[in-house]
């Protein structure tokens, strides 16, 4: 437990979850982060990185699924306390979440416990990112639900079991879904949509996917009623 005297809150790294579409960039958000990052992945598309020098990776394959969860939680553990880290990535954590899920099934006397095995793994997985003070960047693949009525809010989240996503993404300061349109990239944050999103960083509700980490610009007064 952290206790904060009253006027005295001292914010920590900033988190952000991302999801979408294969193709529309989440791995490569991972590129604006600055400092010494470490990026666990766990899809295989280490592809996207190749060009970069500044990202330690662990791509974790099949041959390590029988022992994920114990190899992720203590890497992750170790990034967390190293004073030589100051970004995190988790890559695909769809892909995570499936292999956990075969594990705790495989190792399971009682199915109907499965779940709440899995939210309570990723849940405290969570939390061990938020203790680590570090910037933090996980992505995942979207569902596409359909058109939800006339304005289709509500047809996208991210392809995670739901209360393990709700579990998860708890400590996190910002979630949003990244799409193309019309060669662009962009990441939805808005709420008010009905997919997945929230940002507790600013105001912003539609960014720039190269905007991600870029703080909301101060308005003056005056341009405000310009």
Known sequence: MIIFQPGHIVPAG???????DGGTGKTSLSKQLTGNKVLLMFDGSYNALADTTDTMVYSFDDTDAPTLQQTVWQTVNMLANS????????????????????????????????????????????????????????????????????????????????????????????????????????????????????NRLDERTLIGANELLQPQQEVKLEEKIA
Not at 14 to 20: A, L, R, S, T
């Open 14 to 20: 900033d988190m952000y979850f991302i999801y979408g």
């Open 83 to 198: 004073e030589k880290v100051d970004a995190i990535i988790l890559d695909n954590v769809t892909a995570l979440q499936n292999w956990v899920l075969e594990n705790i099934d495989g190792a399971s006397k009682d199915g109907r416990q499965n779940y709440q095995k899995l939210q309570v793994w990723f849940r405290d997985l969570g939390m061990m990112l938020r203790r680590s003070k570090k910037t933090v960047l996980a992505t995942a693949h979207q569902i596409d639900n359909g058109s939800n009525g006339l304005d289709g809010k509500g047809r996208f989240e991210a392809d995670m079991n739901a209360k393990t996503f709700n579990a998860f993404t708890a400590p996190f300061d910002v979630v949003g879904r990244i799409y193309k349109e019309q060669s662009k990239r962009y990441i939805d944050l808005d709420s008010e949509q009905g997919n997945h999103a929230k």
